[in-house]
């Protein structure tokens, strides 16, 4: 939304420590990912999923563009506070009509979206004027110009047009962002623009993925704290947090503390940015089907486990373990071995789910979970690893 200014005195702060203003943002997202399990538990299918997947994404494109234009234009600056309180009363907007975005709701959840875009792009332009390359605001607005035909339109649709409308919207914002947002006569964002200072971008992905886990466990205690109390759920209840602490402990294993490291050292940083938010993307994904998880296990934890429900109980932390392996490569070069076999245990469990009970098929993949934390602390014993960035370009 904005341009970096190399060197200003007064950008974000070099140590990656978010502002205040930031973690109040971060507290409208756990409300906006609680919604998105809320909507996804309601519609297990594979609709729903599409559905929750294209709300996930618009959300955080949302998440990625604020912190991506604070990060870029001084961020201690009034005006670009005012804006992330701006964003945060959207994001709340947004989070409250998600659940019923595709029904009576869906003219209320794309409006609010399309003014947050437009509205950023004429604030930054009209009021912060960080002026270093006024065209790449131009750019963003040439592309969410267009995106916003597919929001409205899909609007005042129904059924798979909205969905689809949605979704083809969604698209064009990712693959505009993904080449740079080109436009003739205004040329393209280059690489670098994406590089913000010190290790601002990895503190603010950790921090996404610790909205996205405590989105988890503020789902698993209230539905835990809703139901009438037996021992059932409780067991359940430990099963479902410590999948939560498992992957929590596996996301911070090296590649997570590492990755400033790795984008300093990579010949092409930006790039090696948005490579990294795709892997968090993933992650957080996974983590809210774990969410769903506690949902479902914590309600009804034993009897017939359904493959929609299977799908979501072994989905989740398969997600999460394809975005935590892609981040290895990222940082490392290579994918830890741990990560392959997680997910060929997690295959090899789902042919029998629909023999076992809820409870126990969440149990099965926390005991996967728990072998890749445990060869994770193994090889940090045996093994002294650096960054090592491949190059992606």
């Known amino acids: 939304m904005t341009t970096m200014a190399e060197g200003d005195a007064d950008s974000a702060d070099e140590s990656g420590r978010p502002l205040f203003v930031e973690l109040f943002l971060d507290l409208v997202y756990v409300f906006a990912l609680v919604s998105l399990t809320k909507t996804l538990t309601g519609n297990l299918s594979w609709t729903g999923t599409a559905r929750t997947l294209v709300l996930l994404l618009a959300f955080a494109l949302i998440w990625t563009l604020t912190t991506w234009a604070g990060g870029t234009s001084r961020l201690a600056r009034p005006a670009v506070g005012a804006h992330i309180i701006g964003t945060a009363a959207a994001g709340l907007l947004l989070a409250a009509a998600a659940p019923r975005a595709f029904d009576d ?58 969905l689809g409308l949605w979704a083809a919207a969604v698209a064009v914002e990712y693959g505009a962002a993904a080449l740079g947002w ?123 486990t359904p493959p929609s429900w299977a799908a979501v109980l072994l989905g989740g932390p398969a997600l999460f373990l394809i975005g935590r392996g892609l981040l290895d490569f990222t940082v490392f070069g290579r994918v830890s071995r741990s990560r392959v076999v997680g997910l060929v245990l997690l295959a090899g469990i789902a042919p029998a789910s629909s023999l076992l009970p809820p409870v126990l098929v969440a149990l099965l993949a926390m005991l996967v979970l728990a072998l890749i934390a445990a060869a994770n602390l193994v090889a940090t014993r045996l093994h002294e690893r650096t960054p090592a960035p491949p190059a992606l370009g």
């Open 105 to 162: 709701r869906g003219l209320l959840f794309a409006g609010t979206y399309v003014f947050f875009h437009l509205g950023s792009i004429t604030y930054f332009l009209l009021v912060v004027r960080d002026t270093a390359d006024p065209r790449r605001t131009g750019r963003l607005a040439v592309w969410e110009a267009v995106a916003a035909v597919g929001w409205i339109f899909g609007a005042f649709t129904e059924g798979p047009a909205r």
């Open 182 to 304: 080109p436009v003739a006569g205004l040329g393209r964002s280059k690489s670098l623009e994406w590089q913000l200072g010190g290790g601002r971008v990895p503190e603010r992905f950790r921090q996404f993925v610790v909205v996205a886990f405590g989105a988890a466990v503020l789902t698993t205690g209230t539905t835990f704290s809703r139901q009438e109390y037996t021992l059932h759920r409780g067991y359940a209840l430990v099963v479902v947090f410590t999948i939560v602490v498992l992957m929590w402990r596996i996301y911070i294993y090296r590649a997570g503390e590492l990755l400033t490291e790795a984008i300093a050292r990579s010949a092409d940083p930006g790039l090696l940015t948005r490579t990294a938010a795709v892997c968090h993307l993933a992650m957080v994904a996974g983590i809210v089907g774990v969410a769903v998880t506690s949902d479902l296990v914590v309600v009804r934890p034993f009897g017939e």
